[in-house]
Nanobody, 116 residues
């Protein structure tokens, strides 16, 4: 079982930055094959924006590449999403995801709102 707790969302002005955190309250990220970040804006499909594997390989959606960085701290059992140069189009609910043993686990979501 994997339990994920997200934090770091909030309101930020365009051009600003936020760092989202995803702590594994249950389970060790060292043993999780892949963790990732998704986002979903009202009226839009959920979008995969970043992933990081247990081996440290990362991938990014074109919409965030060059602006967002996913990383992890195994000692803290936490995955991060550093978001820079935010725009109003980044406004969405952001979800942490773990894919482990052929199952998906999700955080509760954290709201990010970027004002003009």
């Amino acid at each position: 079982q994997v339990q994920l707790v997200e934090s770091g969302g909030g309101l930020v002005q365009a051009g600003g930055s936020l760092r989202l955190s995803c702590a594994a309250a249950s389970g060790s990220i060292v043993n999780i094959n892949r963790m990732g970040w998704y986002r979903q804006a009202p009226g839009k499909q959920r979008e995969l924006i970043a992933t990081i594997t247990n081996g440290g390989f990362t991938n990014y959606a074109d919409s965030v590449k060059g602006r967002f960085t996913v990383s992890r701290d195994n000692a803290k059992n936490t995955v991060y999403l550093q978001m820079n140069s935010l725009t109003p189009e980044d406004t969405a609910t952001y979800y942490c995801n773990a894919f482990h043993r052929f199952s998906n686990y999700w955080g509760q979501g954290t709201q990010v709102t970027v004002s003009s």
